[in-house]
T-cell receptor
């Protein structure tokens, strides 16, 4: 059974800092990996999707990498802003159109 | 348009009530999902519909009954729920067969009294 772990569980940083969120998964036979953001009481916003054949994806200040063989992904946030404060969730999909298995999330607080 | 809509936003129901949650997307996606999320926990998959057919049921109690009347709509019928079923219910959609994101709706906050 796939298990997804995210470290750290919580992170508090001053504004402007670059930071890295980590995600690991136990079964490397994944179809893709997706990073989401969730604000309190809200739905999930998709940030980046990395297909299993890709190594990284970038969107604005966000960069996500994938090392399938080692079962790891990182989300890099450059020049963090208070508006980045949210819970960040990593999820893997094992086959197309199937379940996403989520990590427990990293709660990020960016202090002004 | 990358929007998944869910109604209602909030729902309070008694244990003897029958209610339904509704989800709609107009992205042409043919896979739709129901997830349940408890406070400070990640979403947990309940059901997957692929091409309007139920493809995954994660051993969800029968008091939750999904329905996919067409490719744009997904319903979750609720009956005789328990207080522990109180949670945020999230709907998502994607296009099967291609590596596209799952897009999530804003959720319905359900409280069972």
């Amino acid at each position: 059974k796939q298990e997804v772990t995210q470290i750290p569980a919580a992170l508090s940083v001053p504004e402007g800092e670059n930071l890295v969120l980590n995600c690991s998964f136990t079964d490397s036979a994944i179809y893709n990996l997706q990073w989401f953001r969730q604000d309190p009481g809200k739905g999930l916003t998709s940030l980046l999707l990395i297909q299993s054949s890709q190594r990284e994806q970038t969107s604005g200040r966000l960069n996500a990498s994938l090392d399938k063989s080692s079962g790891r992904s990182t989300l890099y946030i450059a020049a963090s802003q208070p508006g980045d404060s949210a819970t960040y969730l990593c999820a893997v999909e094992e086959t197309s159109g199937s379940r996403l298995t989520f990590g427990e999330g990293t709660q990020l607080t960016v202090n002004p | 348009d990358t929007e998944v809509t869910q109604t209602p936003k909030h729902l309070v129901m008694g244990m003897t009530n029958k209610k339904s949650l509704k989800c709609e997307q107009h992205m042409g996606h043919r896979a739709m999902y129901w997830y349940k999320q408890k406070a400070k926990k990640p979403p947990e998959l309940m059901f997957v519909y692929s091409y309007e057919k139920l493809s995954i049921n994660e051993s969800v109690p029968s008091r939750f009954s999904p329905e996919c009347p067409n490719s744009s709509l997904l319903n979750l019928h609720l009956h005789a729920l328990q207080p522990e079923d109180s949670a945020l219910y999230l709907c998502a959609s994607s296009q099967p067969g291609q590596s596209y994101e799952q897009y999530f709706g804003p959720g319905t906050r359900l409280t069972v009294t």
